[in-house]
Every structure is written in structure tokens, then in C-alpha cells.
């Protein structure tokens, strides 16, 4: 049996699984996909365990999407420019680093007709969500991407390598002129439903808002966003997407538009029924 599963610190509300069992089934895998909650004090060593493990493959969340990198012995183009992956296959005893994420915004904001082209875009947050969006919208000719964080000095260190604007939450109360807002942070994410990252004064400056969480389905953020009249996306397809994905590399294979939008929806009923 192949086994896979998700790296991460805290997991007992991952989704995950119910990505991923439902492929194997389709595409007859004798697989079994794992949840790996490793604490940060042995986090050092997580690409040889999975090694020694005999793991396949593995999705990468919070909070080790950028320290694992230095673990790997092969990192794809994409994830080397952004700087973050999500996704590792061991083959051949050797550790190879992938961003999904990248490919998951991409499909979803592709489902959701938004238009990226000739378009500004606010980036909440600063982790390694935030770095495969911002490359994404740049490589699809945003017109502006500016980046809001908390640790303004920080970030521009760590994003120095593409041309964007650095803003902390303060500033992002002026600014104007902007289509979409991008929430990356963890903040509205269960159980912590009651939080938002910005308020709702704020919202009131964009046109689009978009949140990467999928648990809740509608966020604070998003609620209030619906609220002020914006178009709204939440993250629950960019979760199928790069868990679709992740498994293409994993099984080196092709997986159809309709087992993925039927992974989407069994999923949205299961959200819809909690």
C-alpha cells in the first residue's frame, strides 16, 4: 500500500483526507493517506522520516511550507521562485519540493471568472501561502500587487526578489484604487470564527474579496465582505485544486474537470451539513 498524508502542526480539522481517499478510489490506487502532526521541535529532520517511513508523498501546511525546502534534494522551478512548497514526492530515495498552491489559486480564480490582468490586488499576510499568490498574480500581469503585513521591514526582506508595494495594516487603511483583497492569514480559520483580518470599514475598499481559508466556508471576513456587496470567493476549490494537483505528481497522471468538481462538491455538502 502507498502511503501519503499531510505534514503539518495542528491537523485535527484537516480536509485532506477527504481529497484525496476519493482519488485513489477513482483512479484504483491501493493508497492511504496519513495525517503527520509534527511539533516544531522535530521538524528538522521531516523529509528522512518520511524516507525512512517509505512515505510516497505528502502535502506540506502551516507552519513548514518554507523550512522543509532546505531538507529536499530537488525543489521544481515554481516553488524555487516563490520560495514555499506544499507538496513532496519521494522517489528513488530521493525528496522532491513542489508549490500546488500556485496551481490550486490558479483554478479557482479561473472557476470564479475573476479577471487578474490589469488588476490591483492587497495581500494580507506574509507566510508561504502569500509568496505562491503573489508570483501567481505577477506571472498573470497584475497591474499592482501590494503586500500588507504586520512586520512591513520583514516582508520587504522576504519579497525582495519580485516588485511589489510592502504596506502595513495602518497604511492599508488609505489606500484606494484597488479591485481585490486577498486574506492568506490564518485569522477566521476554525475554531477562531469570530476574527477577522481586516474590518469591515476597510472592506468597503475593494470591489473583490477573497479568502484562502475553507473552514469555515464563509469566513468574518468574507461575511462582511458579502455584506458590503462584493463578489466573494472563499478557498475551499483552491484546496481541491492542489490536492488534484499534488496527487497528478504523485501518481505521475491526469485527473478529469469531473472527479475534481465531484471531490468540490461532496465536500461543500459536508461544510453546508457541519
Known amino acids: ?18 481529497i ?23 521538524s528538522f529532520d521531516i523529509v528522512n522520516s518520511l524516507k525512512i517511513l517509505g512515505v510516497k508523498g505528502v502535502n506540506v501546511t502551516i507552519p513548514y511550507k518554507e523550512l522543509v525546502m ?3 534534494d530537488y525543489i521544481s522551478p515554481e ?6 512548497i506544499n507538496t513532496i514526492l519521494i522517489k528513488d530515495e530521493k525528496s522532491y519540493g513542489y508549490n500546488t498552491d500556485y496551481y490550486g489559486f490558479g483554478k479557482m480564480l479561473e472557476r470564479e471568472f475573476i479577471e487578474i490582468k490589469n488588476n490591483s490586488f492587497c495581500v494580507l499576510g506574509a507566510g508561504g501561502a502569500a509568496k505562491s499568490i503573489i ?9 499592482k500587487i501590494t503586500l500588507v ?11 525582495s526578489n519580485i516588485d511589489i508595494e510592502v504596506i502595513d495594516y495602518e497604511q492599508l487603511k488609505n489606500i484606494k484604487n484597488i ?37 469555515p466556508q464563509e469566513t468574518l471576513f468574507l461575511k462582511w465582505a458579502k455584506d458590503l456587496g462584493l463578489k466573494v470567493v472563499d478557498g475551499l476549490f483552491m484546496l481541491v485544486g492542489q490536492g488534484v494537483k499534488a496527487e497528478e505528481i504523485w501518481n505521475e ?12 462538491l461532496n465536500l461543500l455538502k459536508e461544510l453546508n451539513n457541519n
Not at 1 to 18: A, N, T, V
Not at 135 to 143: F, Q, R, S, T, V
Not at 195 to 201: F, L, Q, R, V, Y
Not at 253 to 264: F, L, M, P, R
Request: with cysteine; proline share 3%.
Open 149 to 159: 503585513s504586520r512586520d512591513k521591514e520583514k516582508a520587504k526582506v522576504k519579497f
Open 135 to 143: 508570483h501567481y498574480l505577477n506571472d498573470m500581469e497584475a497591474e
Open 20 to 42: 484525496h481517499n476519493p482519488i485513489f478510489k477513482e483512479l484504483k490506487i491501493n493508497g492511504v493517506y496519513n495525517l503527520f502532526s509534527v511539533n516544531r521541535k522535530n
Open 179 to 215: 479591485y481585490g483583497v486577498i486574506n492568506t492569514t490564518p485569522c477566521g480559520m476554525f475554531p477562531n470564527v469570530d476574527k477577522s483580518a481586516i474590518s469591515k470599514e476597510v472592506l468597503k475598499k475593494f470591489k473583490v474579496a477573497i479568502d484562502i481559508i475553507y473552514n
Open 253 to 264: 497522471c491526469n485527473i478529469s474537470k469531473k472527479c475534481e468538481e465531484s471531490i468540490y
Open 1 to 18: 500500500m502507498d502511503i501519503f498524508g499531510l505534514i503539518g502542526e495542528k491537523l485535527s480539522h484537516s480536509f485532506s483526507p477527504k
Open 79 to 84: 516553488a524555487e521562485k516563490i520560495g514555499a
Open 70 to 72: 532546505e531538507q529536499l
